[in-house]
């Protein structure tokens, strides 16, 4: 009975090192530091996307005090609205979608640098304190005409 138990507990031993193993794997690809891929905006039919509630329009929406939400559909090669317009002193959501190919989204000077995928949304937060001008572009290779896929951010006063 004894060396039952035993076994058991080595068992169990041995699949909590296996899943940890597993975790630290995964830790390692996806976060943290700069989020590479952020699917915690869950999936999308990349064949819906016109039909989506939020990408049907995308664009910018407030939603709170100081607080907006932006969608965005990438596509070789641009991107959806191609401006954008917030307010400074605002928090900024961005759900980021691909029609296509994967491609990423990065706001030049800012952490929000996500890749794009079909199939996806990609979901970052970031605060602007202040006004400014940003660039939008894609980092990820997505067909020939990738380095002209360019957006802008406007942070208005
Ligand atoms: Cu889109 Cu590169």
Redesign the pocket.
Known sequence: MNIHTYEKAWLVAAMVLIVGFMATITYGAVGPGIAMIDDDGGTIDPAEINDHERFGEPGVEHVGDDEYEVAVV?Q??SYTPEQIEVPADSEVTFYVTSRDVT??FSVVGTNVNTMVIPGQISEMTVRFDEPGEYGIL?N???GEY?HT?EGKLNVVP
Do not use: D, I, K, Q
């Open positions: 990438a070789a090669w491609h990423s894609c990820e290779y997505c990738h896929m």
